[in-house]
């Protein structure tokens, strides 16, 4: 009873409500630098509305951590319409409570270090297949053939599907992809209009694949086959729409999200030639000659700086969203029930009590001797935090460490000039000109 007094007595996070219906929705999604404006008005909680519902937009270690350990008594998902209606209630980023956490503990078979190793020659081999074609291309446009790498190496992981060079499904994927974040008007001509019908298409390849494993004799061990297998907390089937859906929503998750970090990994690796000497340099020292394994990426400890450093400066997912389902306090704020609170974690990587000059490039801070993100729990969440943290955050690393090794052995790359390398920001950070590059085989 005096928790719940003291607690109406709290004030609102401070900031601006912004234009009826829209609130501050446009300026989320076009204007790059929205949060860090705000946060230097208001501080690093502040609210506003977005996608239609009041919204507390929470910056920083300490309440990064009231959040997590809040969230299951008092949080719960909510994404934007628009992705609600894109990914499908059948998705695990749109479930909630025991469905979610049933689900979680399905994912968690397909995630195992065990099952992630064994896919280390597929992904092997897709990457050398990429690198003979971006030699013979000669000059390239990075990214679309970075997201077709890493949708390849989730179709062959998660539904055992070789797509190399599949235009069309990475084409539905990135049209798809462009609506998850809009103005929810189904128009044929807007993104949303255009995504839903990219996501019937979708729906209906995945269900053909679904049709043709279930004529074979044995489901399989990877995703789709685990998810054949599998039963719901009330001990029944998956729906055939839930299994489209969540094939959907982790072939999506499993691939753009990667494309976007080796992305930014070439860019800043391009632009500071004392880093990349040094990636190559432990390259040497590991051997160029020995074959490449997973023991080997795991000494390869430079390097995981390098990915820790692309993710602190450029995550791929920014932020995560979630419903307040009972109203709680934040950091002195009292945030109300069916509020959204926005976790912004990319400007918690920017916390200058936390990062030393936090706008450099600077893989050393993750070093042993500096470990800056140490100093703070919850201070570095590229792969998000509390129970929805992202579940394929090692395989991921395992892909883009292994092209990274490869492409650092054998390679080089050079940025065009008078390109754009500003980054549009949604689904997944990308430069706008798609990153021209010329890419041949290093002198030896
Ligand atoms: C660089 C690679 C990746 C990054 C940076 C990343 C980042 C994230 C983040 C930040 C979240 C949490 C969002 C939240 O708090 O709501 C998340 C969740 C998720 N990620 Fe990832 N991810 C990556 C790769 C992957 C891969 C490879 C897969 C699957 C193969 C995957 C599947 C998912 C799924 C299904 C969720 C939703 C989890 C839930 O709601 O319980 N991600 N990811």
Not at 11 to 18: E, Q
Not at 112 to 125: A, C, D, G, N
């Amino acid at each position: 009873m005096t928790a719940t007094i003291s607690q109406r007595s709290l004030p609102l996070p401070p900031g601006n409500l912004g234009l009826p219906l829209l609130g501050e929705t446009l300026n989320f999604l076009y204007d790059t630098h929205y949060v860090e404006k705000r946060q230097k008005q208001y501080g690093s909680i502040f609210k506003t509305s977005l996608f239609g519902y009041p919204t507390a937009i929470a910056i920083g270690a300490e309440t990064n951590h009231q959040l997590f350990t809040q969230e299951k008594m008092h949080l719960t998902s909510r994404w934007p319409e628009c992705t609600k209606a894109l990914l499908g209630t059948g998705s695990l980023l749109i479930q909630t409570g025991n469905a979610h956490q049933n689900r979680r503990k399905i994912f968690h078979k397909v995630f195992q270090p065990k099952i992630i190793e064994q896919s280390f020659s597929s992904i092997e081999s897709i990457s050398r297949s990429y690198l003979d074609k971006w030699e013979r291309m000669g000059t390239l446009s990075w990214f679309p053939e970075l997201s077709k790498f890493s949708l390849d190496v989730a179709c062959k992981f998660l539904i055992s599907l070789d797509t190399f060079n599949d235009e069309h499904f990475s084409k539905l994927f990135e049209k798809w992809g462009d609506g998850l974040f809009s103005i929810p008007i189904s128009l044929p001509w807007t993104k949303f209009g255009r995504a839903l019908h990219c996501r019937k298409q979708l729906l209906i390849r995945i269900e053909k694949i679904i049709t043709e494993r279930q004529s074979q004799q044995h489901p399989g061990q990877d995703l789709l086959g685990i998810l054949l297998q599998a039963q719901d907390e009330d001990g029944n089937k998956l729906s055939l729409q839930e299994v489209k859906e969540q094939v959907l929503t982790f072939l999506f998750g499993g691939h753009d999200t990667a494309a976007s970090t080796l992305t930014s990994m070439c860019i800043f690796l391009a632009q500071s030639p004392e880093v990349l000497a040094n990636a190559r340099a432990e390259q040497r020292q590991l051997g160029l000659e020995e074959p490449l394994t997973v023991e080997r990426l795991k000494q390869m400890n430079y390097l995981e700086q390098v990915l820790k450093e692309v993710l602190r400066v450029n995550p791929p997912g920014a932020f995560g969203f979630r419903r307040v389902t009972k109203e709680f306090e934040l950091n002195g704020y009292r945030i109300p029930q069916d509020w959204t609170v926005v976790y912004y974690f990319k400007r918690t990587h920017q916390d200058t009590s936390v990062y030393k000059q936090p706008e450099c490039f600077d893989p050393q801070r993750f070093a042993p001797e500096r470990a800056e993100d140490k100093a703070k729990p919850f201070s570095y969440l590229p792969f998000g935090g509390g129970l929805r943290e992202c579940p394929g955050k090692e395989f991921a690393k395992l892909e883009m460490k292994l092209l990274a090794a490869m492409l650092l052995r054998e390679y080089e790359w050079e940025l065009e000039p008078g390109q754009n390398l500003n980054f549009v920001q949604f689904p997944t950070p990308y430069p706008y000109d798609g990153l021209r590059v010329k890419f041949r085989r290093l002198a030896s």
